[in-house]
């Protein structure tokens, strides 16, 4: 999951330790996330986008393709 958590945390000059401290994780848990290797939770999703005031979608990017094409929906209605 790609995410802006660095770019975020960069633009508050913030340290990978402040931004722990603010949302009760460690460092490392920062870190990680930052370089891709692990996901949050989705409480631990919620509270970072509450924190940087934006909506989940907006930090975090599941770079799965969503066809939002009407005809490759299954009809409703027959």
Not at 18 to 28: C, G, M
Not at 43 to 66: G, H, M, Q, W, Y
Request: net charge negative.
């Amino acid at each position: 999951m790609k995410n802006r958590l660095k770019v975020l945390r960069a633009e508050r000059n913030w340290t990978q330790a402040d931004l722990a401290e603010k949302l009760d994780v460690s460092r490392q848990t920062i870190n990680a996330i930052e370089k891709g290797k692990y996901d949050p939770s989705l409480p631990l999703a919620f509270k970072v986008a509450r924190l940087f005031e934006a909506s989940i979608e907006t930090i975090f990017d599941d770079e799965v393709e969503v066809d939002s094409e009407p005809s490759s929906l299954a009809p409703l209605v027959d």
